[in-house]
């Protein structure tokens, strides 16, 4: 797996996490303990328990390679871990007036933050994707002024049984690299090209193709669609019907292109 880690998306989700320690606390301590006195430095316990919290998730945010169901077990591992430090935390400092039903209600506050953080998570997720999707159409309608020159880049490559063919740039819809060798996918055919990946893109970069992960090249005038994933990713859907994953590393300057 590479190491990358997304330092951005790591905050976001620890001010979430951090926000649902302090609610919680805040509801916890408005119901059964607001006759008690405390000091400042309670102020300090949700924050340190938010922090505790995103330790299992670490793996998340150094290894982009994780897949889907990965990510679901490293946050349920930190729900588990939330829900745990938190509880024996409650019952070690106010275990004496909160009672089962108090340990109960912090179970479930937590319980209920964590879901409304996700949430919120997941609509800005929906959100950007339909706006990234609301700009993808709006140029897929508009005709390029250089059109004529994307159609004129052309690359050579094999087709089946090593025929030699000569594709313009603007049919293809991307182009995947597996160990040494290089393929370029349009809408009904598959080719092999000589280049290796960097060549392919730097000599078709003005075509409208770009770096999107470590293995793949997409030409952004053949994106159909795009949605976001976990892990900070996002899939682009091309017109073959296809989904090539856009790595965290690129997802910035994807999304400014489309932008």
């Known amino acids: 797996m590479k190491v990358n880690f997304n330092l951005s998306a790591f905050f976001r989700d620890l001010f979430f996490v951090e926000t649902e320690c302090v609610l919680s606390f805040a509801l916890v301590g408005t119901i059964f303990a607001r006759s008690q006195n405390i000091s400042y430095a309670h102020f300090f316990i949700p924050l340190l328990l938010g922090l505790i919290c995103m330790l299992p998730c670490i793996p998340v945010y150094l290894f982009e390679s994780m897949t889907i ?3 679901i077990v490293q946050r349920t591992v930190e729900f588990f871990v939330l829900e745990a430090v938190c509880l024996w935390t409650a019952n070690h400092l106010a275990g004496n007036f909160l009672g089962k039903a108090g340990l109960v209600v912090v179970a ?16 800005m997720e929906k959100v950007e994707s339909r706006r ?22 052309t690359i050579e490559a094999f087709g089946e049984s090593d025929k030699a063919a000569v594709i313009p740039i603007a049919e293809i ?5 597996d160990a040494e060798q290089v393929f370029a996918y349009t809408e009904n055919e598959i080719y092999q090209v000589k280049q290796r990946l960097y060549q392919v893109e730097s ?9 999107v992960s470590k293995s793949h090249l997409v030409n952004m005038n053949k994106i159909q669609s795009v ?17 090539v994953l856009v790595s965290r590393k690129y997802a910035p300057g994807f999304k400014a292109r489309i932008s």
């Open 69 to 71: 169901p990965q990510v």
């Open 108 to 123: 479930a506050s937590f319980l209920f933050f964590d879901a409304l953080s996700y949430s919120v998570a997941y609509l």
């Open 132 to 153: 990234l999707n609301k700009r993808i159409k709006e140029l897929s309608e508009m005709q390029s002024k250089d059109e004529g020159e994307k159609k004129s880049a």
């Open 173 to 177: 819809l991307y182009f995947e690299a």
């Open 203 to 211: 000599l078709s970069s003005a075509a409208g193709i770009m770096r």
């Open 227 to 243: 949605r976001t994933a976990l892990n900070s990713r996002l899939y682009a859907k091309m017109l073959n019907g296809e989904e």
